[in-house]
């Protein structure tokens, strides 16, 4: 399957992560493949699906209130642990840029969206606020082969976002950037991969 969803990887880092669960039968397979979605869609409670609450996550409206419905055009607010951003009052943000999802059949299906850093929607101050550039993207997808379902995220052209007028902000989004760069950032979306398709309550 080439999924048009992950961009192609130009400069700065990639990250490439993988879960998966095995089923008995077809049937019993493409109904977790459903739960699965549903737990991707459910951006609110993902930390619900990591099993952590270091990091959480809440869906916005463009202008900044909170959503429960992930669309093109939303916003996704990160609240890492750590000092955040006063671009971004605290927060991290990615607006949510494509959804896409395979037809039905016996061999395969997918769904997943694709978000990228962005401005806080909640000041006037139109930099990027999130410790990457506005460069880089985070997809996410959950699929199905035959009876095995498989849950991935992959990061593009993840470089860190010093671009920024705010002296501390650079500085931050520098220390954090980097340190994702360096894999620092892998056990939270290893934690979100493997309870997508964790089967067990």
């Known amino acids: 399957m080439k999924n048009t969803l ?3 990887q130009q400069s700065g880092s ?3 992560i ?3 669960s095995k089923f008995n039968s077809l049937a019993d397979a493409k109904s977790f493949y459903s739960l699965a979605k549903l737990r991707l ?3 609110n409670n993902w930390e ?5 609450t270091a990091t959480t996550f809440q869906l916005m409206l463009a202008d900044g209130l909170p959503s429960f419905r992930l669309e093109v055009g939303n916003l996704i607010r990160i609240d ?3 000092p955040g951003t006063i671009t971004g009052d605290g927060y991290d943000w990615v607006r ?9 059949n016996d061999l395969e299906e997918w769904m997943g969206f694709r978000v990228r850093p962005c401005a806080s929607p909640t000041n006037s101050d139109e930099a990027t606020a999130h410790f990457f550039s506005e460069s880089a993207t985070s997809t996410f997808i959950v699929k199905r082969i035959e009876n095995k379902v498989v849950a991935e995220m992959h990061g593009r052209n993840e470089t860190p976002n010093v671009d920024n007028d705010k002296i ?8 954090v950037g980097w340190s994702a760069k360096m894999g620092l950032s892998y056990p939270q979306w290893k934690f979100l991969v493997d309870g997508l398709v964790k089967t067990d309550s």
């Open 18 to 20: 993988q879960s998966e």
């Open 41 to 43: 869609l459910d951006v």
């Open 96 to 104: 949510i840029e494509e959804i896409a999802e395979s037809d039905k």
């Open 168 to 175: 501390v902000d650079g500085i931050r989004n520098t220390i």
């Open 48 to 52: 619900r699906t990591c099993g952590t």
């Open 14 to 16: 990639e990250v490439n």
């Open 6 to 8: 992950i961009p192609q």
């Open 80 to 82: 890492i642990p750590g």
